[in-house]
């Protein structure tokens, strides 16, 4: 019970800062990209490549304040609510969400049969959205392939998300875990916190997530809990 209000009391606190920052954030942005467009014709380089670097550090804080958001919405996950919740849809619905993304670089998405598991819904549809940013991140030079499957163990299922990207070395396979954790530079940076989301959600449904070498691309598994 104290960790779960401990964790609450982190959460509000971390929507509270990300609310109070994104609009200075964001102020900063769009005056610096109108101080552009302005002067497209009249400013020195010099000005122009601030000007740049001013927007370029807002956006970037911009994508971390979601990050943050995320974090924060993983750690309320509670037991309490739990319910059936059919992995397939959820899949299904966070093609929908990222459909613009993965159309911009030619990436699929493929899966098994995905079982349904006991959990929030909306958590669970942020960890298949997050495995899959994460694939759209650290893509590599061919079109993103992307897949989902999973085999019963025991009273848990284990799923196996894969994907043809550069892979992770055996050195970092725990440290991707890690917050704001960035192994290489990426065609599209992201805020560093997409994996240490998926894990908070992954435990706090009772289950265990980790990175495994893999032949071609990243592989990680997580479990989650059957029905009886």
């Not at 037991?79 to 959820?90: E, G, H």
């Not at 929908?96 to 079982?115: N, Q, S, Y």
């Not at 994460?134 to 299922?157: I, K």
Request: overall charge neutral; hydrophobic content about 40%; glycine content about 8%.
């Amino acid at each position: 019970m104290e960790d779960a209000l401990r964790s609450k009391e982190v959460s509000e606190f971390l929507l509270r800062a990300c609310h109070d920052l994104r609009t200075p954030s964001r102020t900063l942005r769009t005056h610096a990209e109108l101080l552009l467009k302005q002067g497209e014709a009249g400013w020195s380089q010099g000005v122009e490549e601030r000007l740049a670097f001013l927007v370029d550090g807002a956006r970037k804080l911009d994508v971390i304040l979601e990050g943050l958001v995320a974090y924060s919405v993983a750690l309320q996950t509670d037991p309490a609510n739990f319910q059936k919740v059919r992995l397939d849809i959820q899949l299904r619905a966070v093609q929908v969400k990222l459909a613009a993304a993965l159309r911009e670089c030619e990436a699929a998405i493929t899966a098994g049969d995905l079982p349904e598991v006991m959990g929030q819904s909306e958590r669970l549809f942020l960890l298949l959205e997050h495995l899959v940013r994460n694939s759209l991140v650290h893509r590599g030079e061919e079109s993103p392939r992307m897949h989902l499957d999973a085999t019963r163990q025991n009273g848990n299922w284990l799923f196996t998300f894969s994907d043809n990207g550069p892979g992770i070395e055996a050195a970092y396979l725990e440290n991707v875990f890690r917050p704001f954790e960035r192994l290489r530079r990426s065609p599209k940076e992201g805020a560093g916190l997409g994996l240490t989301i998926c894990r908070e959600i992954v435990q706090r449904h009772g289950g265990k997530i980790w990175a495994e070498e893999a032949q071609h691309g990243a592989r990680l598994r997580f479990t989650l809990a059957a029905l009886d």
